[in-house]
T-cell receptor, first 115, second 108 residues
Framework: DTGVSQNPRHKITKRGQNVTFRCDPI?????LYWYRQTLGQGPEFLTY????????KSRLLSDRFSAERPKGSFSTLEIQRTEQGDSAMYLC?????????????FGSGTQLSVL | QKEVEQNSGPLSVPEGAIASLNCTYSDRGSQSFFWYRQYSGKSPELIMFIYSNGDKEDGRFTAQLNKASQYVSLLIRDSQPSDSATYLC????????FGTGTSLTVIP
């Protein structure tokens, strides 16, 4: 499988619980991005990594959100003390280095529902 | 803040017609632009990218970029019902930034 893989596909949780999502990028891609998308909106940037370094994080992102990419391969996104407003599709994407003609490839996403 | 504006539609065209989707962007420094197709409940799929002024054709799709006017468009020729989806325009800076998408329905 050469695509971006995300797990789980769906997550239902109660308000106040913590959740963690995993993303495995395309193997030769150094850049990894997290986006959030709600119905009727385009993907909203959350954060991105170049290898293991987190280079940018959205100013709109709450401190309850944290992401890691410890070995420059897979990444995790954790949301602590979830709120109903966190319900959304969480999309992971990867791309090769910027020197090549950079294109973004998305995984299937994780649909989060906070009850 | 870098922004991309799209007409949210919905846009409806008959099968076989040309669908025209438009996008404007705010950042003159952006170099690369992308069109993604997103079916309901699915993740975005890259269908076209363009870096230079002018037209770029790939099969039934043509992307157009006008950097002076900060305008990007996507033409879909011979539209098919399977083209019915939301089309997202995106620009590339330090990260990719997306418009809200245009919903396209192709009527058989």
């Amino acid at each position: 499988d050469t695509g971006v893989s995300q797990n789980p596909r769906h997550k239902i949780t109660k308000r106040g619980q913590n959740v963690t999502f995993r993303c495995d990028p395309i193997s030769e891609h150094n850049r990894l991005y997290w986006y959030r998308q709600t119905l009727g909106q385009g993907p909203e940037f959350l954060t991105y990594f170049q290898n293991e370094a987190q280079l940018e994080k959205s100013r709109l992102l709450s401190d309850r959100f944290s992401a890691e990419r410890p070995k420059g391969s897979f990444s995790t996104l954790e949301i602590q003390r979830t709120e109903q407003g966190d319900s959304a599709m969480y999309l992971c994407a990867s791309s090769p280095d910027r020197d090549t003609n950079e294109k973004l490839f998305f995984g299937s996403g994780t649909q989060l529902s906070v009850l | 803040q870098k922004e991309v504006e799209q007409n949210s539609g919905p846009l409806s065209v008959p099968e076989g017609a040309i669908a025209s989707l438009n996008c404007t962007y705010s950042d003159r420094g952006s170099q690369s632009f992308f069109w993604y197709r997103q079916y309901s409940g699915k993740s975005p799929e890259l269908i076209m990218f363009i870096y230079s002024n002018g037209d770029k054709e790939d099969g039934r799709f043509t992307a157009q970029l006008n950097k002076a006017s900060q305008y990007v468009s996507l033409l879909i020729r011979d539209s098919q019902p399977s083209d019915s989806a939301t089309y997202l325009c995106a620009g590339s800076g330090n990260q990719f930034y997306f418009g809200t998408g245009t919903s396209l329905t192709v009527i058989p």
